[in-house]
């Protein structure tokens, strides 16, 4: 009967410290993977924010060019430079 017990309780020990090895290693893959989803969030504000800026610049450029041809235009009808018609 003690033989049983000490073959239980070793088999209990050996389970018990199974469990917590794979306890640490599940740990282990969910801190990897919320760093990889923190990883994986910074990189999209940065995309992000990188698209907010190519589209201000593209807007910048649409309206330069809606103001040169404004003025191009104007500069036609009124018989004038570019110049004087973009003052105007």
Do not use: P, Y
């Not at 940065?46 to 330069?64: S, T």
């Amino acid at each position: 009967m003690r033989a049983l017990t000490i073959g239980l309780l070793t088999a209990a020990l050996a389970v018990a410290g199974c469990s917590e090895k794979t306890q640490d290693a599940a740990g282990t893959a969910a801190t990897s993977a919320a760093n990889d989803t923190a990883a994986n969030v910074d990189q999209m504000g940065e995309a992000i924010q990188n698209g907010a800026v190519a589209v201000g610049n593209a807007a910048d450029d649409a309206g330069e060019s809606v103001a040169n041809g404004a003025a191009v235009t104007e500069a036609d009808l009124q018989d004038t430079s570019v110049a004087d018609a973009k003052r105007d």
